[in-house]
């Protein structure tokens, strides 16, 4: 069966920090991989998605990038951090032939201070 | 994009009552799904249901694609039931609309 990992489970940085965040997946190849922000408990925003990798398409302009080293590895990074980055940051997976049957890890909620 | 709306927002239930919870979308879809965020923030897939009827236990949904709207229905609530429920459309570019969510609390 399929599992989705996430870490750190929670994080607290300063402003201005960088950020390195991980998702990895097993019992599956060639998945589409997914970051998604929940902010104040509620809307799951996209933030970016993968169909391979190295392939990377952003949903939102804004202070954080995504990268996919490996087939089942996906990391949200940033250089400098801001308030607003704070939330709650969700990876998923799916099938290649099913794109909106989402599988979701577990988060990592992020404040920054 | 595709827009979705849950409803109702919020919703308290006595242990043992059954609920019925919708979500309507703005466009055709050949996809939904319905989540359970439990209180750790875990996002756990009920059902991925594009058309038709599904039941899982206590829980079953029930998606009118033609007239753009599905229903989740939670029958002898349980505690354990409490927690935000979402649903999600996809559309044509790998994006999942979620709507808002409904939030349930069922009290013993």
């Known amino acids: 069966s399929q599992t989705i990992h996430q870490w750190p489970a929670t994080l607290v940085q300063p402003v201005g920090s960088p950020l390195s965040l991980e998702c990895t997946v097993e019992?599956?190849?060639?998945?589409?991989l997914y970051w998604y922000r929940q902010a104040a408990g509620r809307g799951l925003q996209l933030l970016f998605y993968?169909?391979?990798?190295?392939?990377i398409s952003s949903e939102v302009p804004q202070n954080l990038s995504a990268s996919r080293p490996q087939d089942r590895q996906f990391i949200l990074s940033s250089k400098k951090l801001l308030l607003s980055d704070s939330g709650f940051y969700l990876c998923?997976?799916?099938?290649?032939?099913?794109?909106?049957?989402?599988?979701f890890g577990p988060g990592t909620r992020l404040t920054v201070t | 994009g595709i827009q979705v709306e849950q409803s109702p927002p919020d919703l308290i239930l006595q242990e043992g009552a059954n609920s019925t919870l919708r979500c309507n979308f703005s466009?055709?879809?050949?996809?939904l799904q319905w989540f359970h965020q439990n209180p750790w923030g875990q996002l756990i897939n009920l059902f991925y249901?594009?058309?038709g009827t599904k039941q899982n236990g206590r829980l079953s949904a029930t998606t009118v694609a033609t007239e753009r709207y599905s229903l989740l229905y939670i029958s002898s609530s349980q505690t354990t039931d409490s927690g935000v429920y979402f649903c999600?459309?996809?559309?044509?570019?790998?994006?999942?609309?979620f709507g808002a969510g409904t939030t349930v609390t069922v009290r013993a």
């Open positions: 998923a997976w799916s099938d290649r032939d099913i794109p909106w049957e989402q599988y």
């Open positions: 019992g599956t190849s060639n998945p589409n």
């Open positions: 993968s169909v391979g990798i190295g392939q």
């Open positions: 466009d055709s879809v050949n996809n």
């Open positions: 249901i594009p058309s």
């Open positions: 999600a459309v996809g559309s044509n570019d790998y994006k999942l609309s």
